[in-house]
């Protein structure tokens, strides 16, 4: 329980690190971001991704680079929203992969789509990696992969497809 809080702070720090990269012209106050995604943030049922052994898309729509990793559960349904950069989405699975394993698997993802490498960070066990795009079409990657007790792996995946 105390890694998934630890995973969901992470994830909460990683996600308002990102929010500053607009240039100032761009800027929103933070409560307009938060207003527009409550408004924009929608529900979709999780995609059929039960122990798949093939990389399959976060959600429908989803870039290349968002996708769940193979074998990966969905927890929940995946959340999408549009915001300035573009459509994105947030979904939470479970994985019998190891934490290094799933972010190996992410930065290829990125590499291959373009994507720069802009943060990893590792904090006991958890691994944390970003990628974004260095073009400014705002597209972007997040992953945190937190082991669990019995033995799986708790992915907090969330995307940006960019304008």
Not at 35 to 59: D, G, M, Q, R
Request: charged residues 15%.
């Amino acid at each position: 329980m105390k890694r998934t809080l630890g995973a969901a702070a992470l994830m909460a720090a990683m996600v308002m690190a990102g929010c500053g990269q607009a240039p100032a012209d761009e800027a929103a106050s933070a409560a307009e971001i938060a207003v527009a995604a409550a408004e924009a943030a929608t529900p979709v049922a999780a995609a059929p991704v039960a122990s798949s052994p093939v990389a399959s898309p976060a959600a429908p729509g989803a870039p290349a680079f968002a996708v769940v990793y193979p074998g990966g559960t969905a927890d929940g349904p995946v959340t999408t929203a549009r915001g300035p950069d573009g459509p994105g989405g947030i979904l939470s699975f479970t994985t019998e992969a190891t934490p290094d394993a799933v972010v190996d698997f992410y930065r290829q993802r990125a590499e291959a789509a373009g994507l720069a490498s802009v943060m990893a960070m590792n904090t006991g066990d958890t691994r944390a990696y970003g990628a974004a795009a260095e073009d400014g079409s705002g597209r972007l990657l997040r992953v945190v992969a937190t082991p669990v007790g019995d033995g799986s792996t708790n992915v907090q995946l969330d995307w940006t497809a960019g304008r």
